[in-house]
């Protein structure tokens, strides 16, 4: 059995934790730089600018498929999901951030799937 002493420990700790650690809306905020790795081969860098506000992302993504292209997504329980419209058909991204990486899988459209690795940019 915890005395009260080491339960007011143990809910400080806690507390601060929550203060300090990051939501995963502020980890998403920023400018990535995401490589990405087709099924069937190639691929290349893709540049994210993403903002959240309630959960919703928005942005824009730049890269082989174009320039500024509108980003819409959400923050889920697992991590976070954005795509946007492409000639190749909808590209969409699902994955995890920790810290200043992210990484996941990705659907190029008719392109095929794959997956992506990448930094958030200062």
């Not at 915890?2 to 809910?11: A, F, K, V």
């Not at 700790?13 to 730089?33: K, M, N, Y």
């Not at 190749?88 to 992506?116: D, H, P, W």
């Amino acid at each position: 059995m915890h005395s009260i002493r080491t339960r007011q420990i143990i809910g400080c700790l806690i507390g601060i934790t929550l203060l300090v650690a990051p939501s995963l809306a502020q980890q998403v905020d920023g400018t990535w730089v995401l490589t990405v790795e087709l099924d069937i081969g190639g691929g290349g860098d893709a540049t994210f600018v993403l903002t959240v506000e309630d959960g919703e992302i928005s942005g824009t993504y730049t890269g082989a498929l174009g320039e500024d292209i509108p980003v819409s997504g959400r923050v889920t329980e697992e991590g976070v999901r954005f795509s946007f419209d492409s000639e190749a058909g909808e590209v969409v991204y699902e994955g995890k951030i920790e810290g200043n990486t992210m990484e996941g899988a990705c659907e190029y459209g008719q392109l095929g799937s794959g997956t992506f690795k990448g930094e958030r940019r200062e």
